[in-house]
């Protein structure tokens, strides 16, 4: 790769940032930050994970998460149980209210994906989740 040519890494950065402040952007009317969409997504998809599998699944920290999810449990969103089924973290799970406001945001989210892919020919699509996935998997070697 030549001085002139900007690196993958970059690229890939570059791309994460526009597609983030994007969805901050569309999530905002449903008073969601990308994050909290993030959680909202992964508890319907794992209800009852922990809140330290949570953060781990959305990429933070176990302190963030907590500060995450007050809000969250304060709109209503989601609901810690009173029992934990084994240890002693409590398991998390998304309310109906927060099961809605998600189905409200998959279209905005999924509009703001297409958006960011429309110019790539499906094969080029594959090539690109292909490739990324190669990437993942090379450095979580």
């Not at 709109?75 to 927060?98: F, M, N």
């Amino acid at each position: 790769m030549g001085a002139s040519e900007p690196s993958i890494g970059y690229l890939v950065k570059h791309a994460q940032a526009l597609l983030r402040a994007r969805m901050e952007e569309d999530l905002a009317p449903l008073g969601l930050t990308v994050s909290q969409y993030s959680c909202l997504y992964r508890l319907s998809v794992e209800p009852g994970i922990s809140a330290a599998a949570l953060a781990r699944s959305v990429f933070m920290t176990r302190q963030s998460m907590g500060a995450m999810l007050q809000p969250l449990t304060d709109r209503g969103l989601v609901r810690r149980t009173q029992q934990a089924d084994a240890g002693r973290a409590l398991p998390i799970e998304l309310t109906a209210p927060g099961a809605a406001l998600l189905e409200d945001a998959l279209p905005i989210v999924d509009a703001v994906e297409r958006e960011m892919i429309a110019d790539l020919a499906p094969s080029e699509r594959a090539a690109l989740a292909e490739g990324l996935a190669r990437c993942i998997a090379g450095l979580s070697r």
